[in-house]
């Protein structure tokens, strides 16, 4: 008799606990309907706290609809800074309850729904260049889309975006890096950049081989897209086969003979070449040529390309202090010599003037550029320009 005594008296604990239960998630379900955010979080985090809602599929999905509406609110910051994640957990907590699929379809669209959610804040942490507050909330939203047998491809992106900025700044993260673009190519992710930047990860690590590899593959994708071909160039060019890198860019140039990048690559290439000693000075004269022909190209097309001005600036500054310092070395007693070389030189140097002028227009307060400049200046004895830029350069 005490023994039925005691057991009746248990079942009266149990069915008043989850009378209690279902009267706070009956509360938390009127508020959130409202809707009263407040009163429903209140409701739902007492009726959660019961021993009975370890089992209660009903109570964890009513928590993921409060803390996701949280989520969206103005109030998210008061109410719950993490409501996303708590809502995520409640959504997760509830799929594995619900064994009648009482809530099935409405889980997996709110499910989908966190996702974006996940994505979003990742992409305000991106945007922030904290890349390591990003990925866990890409990684999340990948994972919601694994469950649901969805590939996100963005999210993927996203977090591949990030580990190629961290792999920029410490090359430790260089093969997650690849291996996060190394997925997206095998999925075949339709952007030619997943490519390149596949390619260009690979040549950073050393791997020219596989760099060359994986642009094989995606000039049989894209034929004749410029961004691969530029990118094939600059792998011609850090392995130092710039004649190769030429031949690319041209083939670039002539599909498409306005773009800007081909034609700046184009007069990069000429100009590392023509900087290669082991080469006569003739043919060095002729790379020189092309390349003041490759950045003039750019200018015409975009006449505020900044780098396109700038090299062609420097290209010409450089030839003319060469020039130059070549006079002064001659004996004394070849003065015409010196006069023709000395005359050739500051030819140069007047050529240099407008792209460099031009370049202190677009970014008044770039230091190399002011200081070709005050050099110019003061080879050419221009004072008035001389006093400007000292002026200048002293107030920075």
Known sequence: MKRNLILFALIMLVSVAFA??????????????????????????????????????????????????????????????????????????????????????????????????????????????????????????INISKANHVIDTLANYASALCYEKKAAADTAFLDKAIEKYQYLVDIKMKDPFTYTTLATLYKDKGDVEKATSILDQAKTLYPGNSDIIITEANIYISTNNHAKAVSSLMIAKEKEPKNVSVLYAIGVTYDLLKNDTRLPEEERMKYFNAAVDGYKETIAVDPNYFDALFNLGAIYYNKGGEVINEANKLPINETAKYDKMLADGNNYLNLALPYLEQCETLQPKDRNTLASLKEIYTRLNLKDKLSAINDKLSNM
């Open 20 to 141: 209690q239960l279902k009267k706070d998630r009956t509360a938390a379900y009127n508020a959130w309907q409202k809707p009263d955010l407040v009163k429903a979080k209140e409701a739902i985090d007492k009726a959660i706290a019961y021993p009975e809602a370890a089992t209660d599929a009903k109570v964890w999905y009513y928590r993921g609809c409060i803390y996701l509406d949280i989520q969206i609110s103005p109030a998210k910051a008061v109410l719950a800074p993490d409501a996303l994640n708590v809502a995520y957990e409640a959504y997760t907590k509830a799929k594995e309850l619900d064994t009648k699929e009482d809530f099935k379809t409405e889980i997996t669209s709110k499910l989908s729904q966190i996702s974006g959610e996940f994505f979003n804040e990742g992409i305000a942490q991106f945007q922030l260049n904290n890349y390591d507050g990003a990925i866990p909330y890409f990684d999340k939203a």
